[in-house]
């Protein structure tokens, strides 16, 4: 068995809300789990069972209460995302773990193609492969070329999540977390991005994925994660 | 211009960039002070007023470093302190209690304490500053040329060509008219005087960038223009930068890490998409919830 | 009737030598140590009443006062004119109040009070110029507030002087001062030269002399010790440069390398250029020094 990228210890997760007179709200509790270098980790459960929270903790969006997430980088240095300082989990975001969510943060004037591309050109690849490896991805997830130069921000909400999918993919994370990223595509356009995942996945890159299609769901995974609003323990596919 | 973006990528943005700037338990009083300043005022006290000697505690304990490269978003509404601090930064206030380190000055060293003389020539080379209002930013009875031209010179550099060539240069990147160069900043419009600003504040491309509320003020479609402007420019020579402001779109989109402030005190700070969507402080939810 | 008829006894009323009291010339003297231990920085000095009108060469006139002595030989001009109105009338009140020897010859004088020209002859190091200036303040320009000059000559911030020539090069194509051209003392303060014409400003730099300036009206002095360095403030790639008087000579001695004045004789309708420096002219014409060919401009 390779050594795991990332092992989850007693990860837990309880909202205080000040502002509702300090009510406290458990998102989940007490989840492990083990993931190495091309694995998929799929998580299922009913809605409420802190799903989406649980990859939002990964990602430090928010702030675990109990509980580390180790995790190797690069250079085979461990760092416990619960606790790592901001700089360190910054630095970790660029280079080496990806997010997709639903919402993609849009910048009003920049291209698809340049929004995409950059990605590359910020890790340092040539501007011209960057374009090229851009423009092949486009295609292949059917966004019409006139779209190109223009903003996502006038894309519908499919055409939206194409771009977002394709803007974390070609940074070739080492680590990729998804929470319901092909919801809103069609299923042609889906079996497309499940394509690009599933490839990117033999290419090594550690993935943690949310999907409501069960079906899919076990394609993809090599093992599942199942929450529930009471409990989550890990099991088999 | 663009020397920062010869530097390689991993070390600009990558977690062993240098702290640029240390800010230490920083302090701003107006007024005499008495020994219940502190204890009577912040943010548990809801009031940066002393109720005994009727001083302003404007800053107190502010503590929080920079990298090379970062964005940090200052958030918080009107009395929270924001703005003096980077006055203070900026050395246009001066401190009451704390340090400010800058990496490099004087084996980072307090610069605190410098002659005014010395800490203008230190912000001329270090900093650049972009004023919510333009009135104190630009001197609006000469040229927005002579603007761009004014930082070149106080960072003695006479050689008129190039003076004119980068102060057109920049201009021309933030995208004002090439014919509106030897205009009257008077002239034109707010967002354009922004934008001079932001030239202005680039021309000895400066390691840190302090933007204070640049876009509070003018017209959404313009303000999406500046932030546009000032996210590309960050992109592209890779400077630090300190954002001022009360909106939270404004911080979503450009800080990397942000820092909560309310009656002159750091009530959180984390980073940015932590502190909008898992905010830990109770005034800080309040703020996130309050936003439409 | 004179004070001694109406108080005999009395001794008549005398003038102090030289007008001023000795306590007021002490205290210009004090100013003008400051002002040479701080080459280009204004010093104030308590400036007392006088019998010429402020506006007249009362600040050239005080510091002559403070350090004339019996002995010294005393030159004055304007528009480097010995003969001009002005010049006439301080020669007469500090020659009613002395009795020094005067002088139109600059190479005989000890002291040497002039409104807007040097002489042409460099002055030697025993030698005083003191000059008469309107508006000691270069920054008055750009700003307007004396509390806030003060603080730009203290912190070396001269950005808005510098900008303020960007923009003259814009609109001109140069700079397009003419007298009173701004200058760097001793790579410190910027001055004022008094309204001196560019072409005078060369002799400054670096003068054997001590050159010292006043202004009554702003009563403030400030001062030029010699061997300083004067630069004329310019841009790297737009060098300085004096006026020219390429393919002219003066009507009267024939020097094409001094300074010209531009006379227009009304009767003949005819113009024609004469030597500012008069005192240099008549030598010339005496045959004392040859005439000058043009070294600079």
């Not at chain 1, 590359?120 to 090229?132: D, I, T, W």
């Not at chain 1, 497309?192 to 949310?210: D, F, P, Q, W, Y």
């Not at chain 2, 530097?7 to 640029?20: D, F, M, P, Y």
């Not at chain 3, 400051?34 to 006088?50: I, M, R, T």
């Amino acid at each position: 068995m390779t050594p795991a990228m990332i092992r989850c210890e007693g990860l837990s997760k309880t909202f205080l809300m000040h502002i509702r007179g300090g009510t406290r709200i458990e998102a989940f509790r007490d989840v492990s789990f083990q993931l190495s270098a091309g694995e998929f980790l799929g998580i299922r459960g009913p809605s409420g069972a802190g799903k989406s929270s649980f990859l939002r903790c990964l990602y430090r969006t928010y702030l675990p209460s109990a509980g580390a997430v180790w995790y190797t980088d690069s250079a085979e240095v461990t760092h416990d995302l619960a606790a790592a300082d901001e700089h360190t989990i910054l630095g970790l975001r660029r280079q080496e773990i990806g997010y997709i969510s639903q919402f993609f943060p849009v910048i009003p004037r920049v291209s698809a193609l340049d929004t995409i591309a950059n990605n590359m050109v910020f890790r340092g690849f040539p501007r011209e492969a960057s374009l090229e490896r851009t423009r092949e991805l486009l295609e292949r997830l059917s966004i019409p070329r006139r779209l190109w130069e223009m903003s996502p921000s006038t894309f519908s909400g499919g055409e939206k999540q194409r771009i977002n999918i394709i803007h974390a993919i070609i940074a070739r994370p080492r680590l990729l977390l998804l929470d319901e990223p092909t919801s809103s595509l069609d299923s042609a356009t889906a079996h497309e991005a499940v394509l690009l995942i599933r490839e990117l996945k033999e290419k090594g890159t550690a993935m943690i994925g949310v999907f409501h299609d069960t079906a899919l769901l076990s394609s993809l995974s090599d093992r599942v994660l199942t929450m529930s609003p009471a409990r989550a323990g890990e099991t088999g596919p | 211009m663009g020397e920062h973006a010869d530097a390689s990528l991993a070390e600009r943005i990558g977690t062993g960039a240098g702290v640029l700037l240390s800010v230490l338990d920083l302090e701003k009083r107006y007024g005499p002070g008495c020994e219940a300043c502190l204890e009577l005022t912040g943010p548990q006290r809801s009031t940066n007023i002393c109720p005994r000697c009727r001083s302003v505690i404007a800053l107190r304990g502010v503590s929080f470093d920079l990298r090379e490269g970062e964005i940090l978003g200052i958030v918080g509404e009107s009395g929270s302190g924001k703005s003096t601090l980077v006055q203070c930064i900026y050395f246009d206030q001066d401190v009451s209690h704390g340090e400010i380190r800058v990496n490099g000055q004087n084996g980072g060293c307090d610069v605190t304490g410098l002659p005014r003389s010395e800490k203008r020539r230190l912000r001329s080379r270090l900093m650049g500053m972009v004023y919510q209002n333009p009135m104190q930013g630009l001197r609006l009875d000469i040229t927005s040329g002579a603007n761009v031209a004014e930082k070149l010179l106080e960072a003695d550099v006479f050689h008129f060509a190039r003076i004119r060539e980068r102060a057109t240069g920049l201009l021309a990147r933030t995208e004002i008219p090439a014919a509106f160069v030897d205009r009257l900043p008077r002239t034109l419009s707010g967002g354009m005087q922004q934008r001079i600003q932001i030239a202005k504040a680039l021309a000895n491309n400066p390691p840190l960038v302090l933007l204070d509320e640049v876009t509070s003020g003018l017209d959404v479609s313009v303000q999406a223009r500046v932030l546009d402007l000032v996210r590309e420019l960050q992109r592209e020579l890779g400077m630090s930068m300190i954002v001022v402001s009360h909106d939270m779109g404004v911080i979503r989109l450009l800080a990397d890490r942000t820092v909560v402030m309310k009656d002159g005190g750091i009530v959180e700070q984390g980073l940015t998409d932590q502190i909008l969507e898992d905010p830990q402080h109770p005034y800080t939810q309040l703020l996130v919830h309050s936003t439409l | 009737m004179t004070l001694e008829e109406l108080l005999p006894g009395s001794g008549g009323f005398r003038y102090n030598f030289a007008f001023l009291d000795e306590g007021a010339k002490r205290e210009v003297r004090r100013a003008l140590l400051k002002a040479v231990a701080l080459p280009g920085h204004q010093v104030p000095f308590a400036s007392p009443e006088l019998p010429i009108a402020r506006g007249w060469g009362t600040g050239g006139l005080q510091i002559t006062m403070s350090l004339i002595g019996p002995n010294d030989v005393l030159k004055i001009i304007d528009q480097g004119c010995d003969g001009s109105v002005n010049a006439v009338n301080l020669r007469k009140l500090l020659v009613a109040t002395t009795g020094v020897r005067t002088t139109f010859d600059s190479r005989e004088a000890t002291i040497l009070q002039s409104r807007h020209r040097l002489p042409e002859i460099p002055l030697k190091p025993h030698q005083v110029a003191v000059l008469q200036v309107p508006l000691p303040e270069p920054l008055r320009l750009v700003e307007p507030s004396e509390i806030a000059t003060r603080r730009m000559h203290a912190e070396g911030d001269y950005a808005r002087m510098w900008v303020s020539l960007y923009e003259d090069v814009i609109q001109n194509g140069a700079i397009s001062l003419t007298a009173g051209y701004p200058c760097r003392v001793n790579n410190t303060y910027i001055m004022s030269p008094s309204p001196l014409p560019r072409w005078d400003l060369p002799l400054l730099n670096g003068a054997e002399h001590l050159t010292l300036l006043g202004a009554g009206r702003e009563k403030r002095v400030y001062a030029v010790p010699p061997c300083t360095s004067v630069q004329p403030l310019e841009f790297e790639d737009l060098p300085f440069t004096v006026e020219s008087f390429a393919g002219m000579s003066c009507a009267r001695c024939g020097s094409s390398g001094t300074f010209l004045d531009e006379i227009y004789d009304e009767k003949t309708g005819l113009s024609s250029r004469v030597c500012s420096d008069s005192g240099f002219c008549v030598l010339v014409r005496e045959g004392a020094i040859q005439p000058r060919r043009p070294t600079h401009g």
